[in-house]
């Protein structure tokens, strides 16, 4: 079974940059979604990649302020969140596409 391990995050101010990584276990590509869930709201998707890379996909509140990419070799994509506002402030998990798998979600704090 594959785990999902994630780092980065933390508190940064508005339009500031953030990098989160999510490292998948054993040398299986996987398409790898992220999303993010705020405190009293559902979880919503935000990005996602497929295993070779070569396809991404964007939530449309995004506006190319995020992008998502990955590393093989490394077996870890990655979320690199500009420009932040404190509407993006939330916890952002990675998670296997089409598969109930989850990282254990990433803090992002976003100060005005």
């Known amino acids: 079974q594959v785990q999902l391990v994630q780092s980065g995050g933390g508190l940064v101010q508005a339009g500031g940059s953030l990098l989160l990584s999510c490292a998948a276990s054993?040398?299986?590509?996987?398409?790898i979604n992220w999303h993010r869930q705020a405190p009293g709201r559902e979880r919503e998707f935000v990005a996602s990649i497929s295993k070779t890379g070569e396809n991404t996909r964007y939530a449309d509140s995004i506006l190319d302020r995020f992008t998502i990419s990955r590393d093989n070799a490394k077996n870890t994509v990655y979320l690199q969140m500009n420009g932040l506002k404190p509407a993006n402030a939330a916890i952002y998990y990675c998670?296997?596409?089409?598969?109930?798998?989850w990282g254990q979600g990433s803090q992002v704090t976003v100060s005005s």
């Open positions: 998670k296997v596409d089409s598969r109930n798998v």
């Open positions: 054993g040398r299986t590509m996987y398409g």
